[in-house]
């Protein structure tokens, strides 16, 4: 899966919990990445939240502190 896309995925489940203050919608967002991401959509995403140049919400990127970090064997 292309880096645009994962974005893309990610900034739309913001838009799903945009009617949340920002803290409660980032904790939502993380959830459901948590629930519904495999560990590697979950691993690219965490590097694209730390890349500067990345088309992710502020949202999206304040989630990304809270998203379960994969295990790596």
């Known amino acids: 899966m292309t880096p645009?896309?994962?974005?893309y995925m990610?900034?739309?489940?913001?838009?799903a919990f945009a009617r949340?203050?920002?803290e409660e919608a980032e904790?939502?967002?993380a959830e459901h990445i948590d629930q519904f991401w495999d560990p590697?959509?979950?691993a690219r995403l965490l590097v694209l939240a730390e890349?500067?140049?990345t088309d992710l919400s502020d949202?999206?990127?304040?989630a990304a502190a809270l998203i379960r970090r994969p295990e790596t064997a």
Do not use: C, S, W, Y
Request: net charge positive; no cysteine; aromatic share 0%.
């Open 10 to 15: 990610a900034n739309q489940i913001a838009i």
């Open 20 to 22: 949340l203050p920002a």
């Open 59 to 62: 949202r999206v990127r304040g």
């Open 4 to 7: 645009e896309k994962l974005a």
């Open 40 to 42: 590697r959509m979950r």
């Open 51 to 53: 890349t500067p140049d």
């Open 27 to 29: 904790a939502a967002i």
